[in-house]
Every structure is written in C-alpha cells, then in structure tokens.
C-alpha cells in the first residue's frame, strides 16, 4: 500500500495490481488512470491511499477497510470466470489475477455488509457484478479500439436513469463517454440496479439498492474525458460516508 496523501476521510483507491506484468505498456496505462483517480479523490475531499489487491490478499484488503472511509475500485483485467460460471476456454477470454479477484470479491461484500461507500470503474464495476452474484458477457465488440492500449479508448453515449444516484451526481441523464473495455455485465449481482446503457445496450451503470455502492462501465478518470464526472462521483462517496475510518487512517 501506498501512503495516505492530502486530508480527509480515506479513500482506498485499490488496484488490481501495481506492477509486474508482461504488457508494460497496458501496465503504464492502468497506472496513469489510477494516478488520476487518486488526484480525483484529493479534490473530492479524501486523503487517499493505493492499494496492490493482489499483493495484499482477502484477509488484509477486508482489514483495511475498517480504516478507511470509502473505496474506488480501477479497471484492469479480466475477472476469472470461474467466479461467475463462465468459459474459461473463450476465443477472447483475456489474463484474469485470480488473487485480485478474490482479494475485491472480499472486499466488496464487506464494503455492502458495512455500508461503505464504494465507487466502480470498468473492470471494478465487473467485479462489483461477480461479487454479488452476477455474470459477464464474455466479449462484446465496438467498446474497445484494438491495438495499442495508449490508443484504446472508443467515444460513445450514455443514457442514465432520472433520479438514480449517479444521474444526480453527474447532474444529469445523457453524456458522451470514453471506454475502453470487452466485457460487460449479463446477469445482474444481487441488490443491483442498472440505471445507465449505452446505445447497443450494454449496461454502462449500476447502483445498489440501499447500500452507498455505484458503479460506471465507462472511463471518468481518463484525460480526454468531457467534465470532472470522476470528482463528482467522489464527491457523493463522500458525503455517503457515515462514520467510517475516523481514526488515523492506518491499514
């Protein structure tokens, strides 16, 4: 883990992992995001600490949570389809961190069980899906670009649900967005709503049904994207907050 920076309630921005894998560019991409997540979250109020969920494991990742205040979980790889009954023999089944998987499945159970705000991205909104009981779309074309991943993000628009919490955090129901996925959530996880869709339908925003936990499909923290949707989002963790990680803030 990385230290807490700014101040404020906690925010644990957490990674699938931090370094080591073979695509060093892939791996350059998702730290450049997950940097601008964290500087979303300074500006949203929170002190904020990275964290490698495949280095720390279930149990630490859990324990961490009752320090912090709030989550964000970034994109990055596939998750392992043996978590939701997937094939794992898929033609475009991509590389799953098994470790990660186990490591977020944990930890968003405990963040709905504690009423933790917890924000998902991409991938982290994916994970949100599985944890809760969902399945995934193995592959879906037209929300990717193919290639190199410094070029990967497709423009495309989002149609949100009036008067779901991230229309009303965003301030409003319809937004031209950057993804950069092949993946998607089918089967939705227990407690969950879709309240946005891109054109084709493809779910690109969930919230829960009581607990302080929504998620987006698209990339708010990218630097081409229109507006500051991230901050805002952030924003609504934060007042979400109620209690949580009021002490020092270690994990």
Do not use: K
């Not at 892939?26 to 964290?38: E, I, K, N, W």
């Not at 979303?40 to 961490?64: C, I, K, Q």
């Not at 092949?182 to 084709?200: C, E, F, I, T, Y």
């Not at 924003?235 to 209690?243: D, I, K, P, Q």
């Amino acid at each position: 883990m990385t230290a807490p920076t700014a101040s404020g309630p906690l925010l644990l921005v957490v990674d699938v992992a931090h370094a080591g894998r073979d695509d060093a560019a892939f791996d350059a991409v998702l730290d450049r995001l997950s940097a601008r997540v964290a500087r979303a979250g300074e500006e949203a109020g929170f002190r904020v600490r990275r964290v490698d969920a495949a280095a720390t494991g279930p149990e630490a990742l859990v324990a961490s949570l009752g320090h912090a205040d709030a989550v964000v979980l970034t994109g990055g790889e596939d998750v392992d389809p043996a978590l939701y009954g997937g094939d794992p023999d898929h033609p475009h089944a991509g590389r799953a961190v098994r470790a990660a998987d186990d490591a977020q499945v944990a930890l968003v159970v405990e963040a709905v069980r504690t009423r933790t705000p917890l924000v998902g991205i991409c991938r982290g909104l994916q994970l949100v899906d599985v944890a809760l009981g969902g399945d995934l779309v193995q592959h879906l074309d037209g929300h990717v670009r193919p290639g190199d991943p410094r070029a990967s993000m497709v423009d495309h628009d989002v149609e949100l649900v009036a008067g779901s919490r991230v229309a009303e955090a965003l301030g409003g129901t319809a937004f031209t967005v950057r993804s950069s996925h092949h993946q998607a959530v089918g089967r939705l996880g227990a407690g969950l709503r879709v309240v946005g869709r891109a054109p084709d339908g493809t779910v690109e925003a969930v919230e829960h049904e009581d607990a302080p936990l929504w998620a987006v499909q698209w990339h708010p923290e990218d630097e081409g994207d229109r507006g500051d949707g991230l901050v805002s989002l952030l924003r609504a963790a934060r007042a979400a907050v109620r209690g949580h990680g009021a002490g020092p803030g270690g994990a």
